[in-house]
Structures are given as C-alpha cells and as structure tokens.
C-alpha cells in the first residue's frame, strides 16, 4: 500500500504545474531505476504486462506468477515471464 500511496502523490504533484519546492521539481519527468526499483521492492502485489516483466522487475524473483488469458498470449511472452519464476506459475 505505501508504493501506491507514493505514485498517487507523484502524480498529484505532477499534475499540479504551481508547486515550485525543490522536492516537486525532482518528480518532473518520468522514474529514475532506482525509483521504480524501489517502488517495486515495497509491493506485495505487482500487475503488468508479460513484456514487461522483462524490463521492469530485472533482478527480482517472485514466488508465483499469475497470468491472466493465458489462452490468448503468445509463447514467447509467456517466456519471459517464466524467467522470474521461483516456484510457480498459474495460467
């Protein structure tokens, strides 16, 4: 929940063009790695598409994965998802 909690602030901040503190300047322009990577650390819960679990979540692992319409995706988005798996996959 803290995670959500800070990309509702940014993007209030952000859609907010009159605050001027030196804080509200930094979050202008889109996440730094180290952001996402630490927003990510914090959730317990993570959505995204299968290309991007690519991208996104390099250097984690997580427990199971849950892919949703499985039937309808391709098998090589099915293994990239695959690659951070740890223990299991539901389809």
Known sequence: ??????LLRREKQQSNPNTTTTTNK??????????IREIISK???????????????????FPFILIDEASQITE????????RITDQIVL
């Open 43 to 61: 959730c317990q819960i993570l959505c995204m598409t299968c290309s991007d679990v690519g991208i996104l979540v390099l250097g984690f692992k």
């Open 76 to 83: 090589p988005n099915i293994v990239i998802s695959l690659v």
């Open 1 to 6: 929940m803290p995670a959500q909690i800070e």
């Open 26 to 35: 930094s979050l202008f322009g889109p996440p730094k790695a180290k952001e």
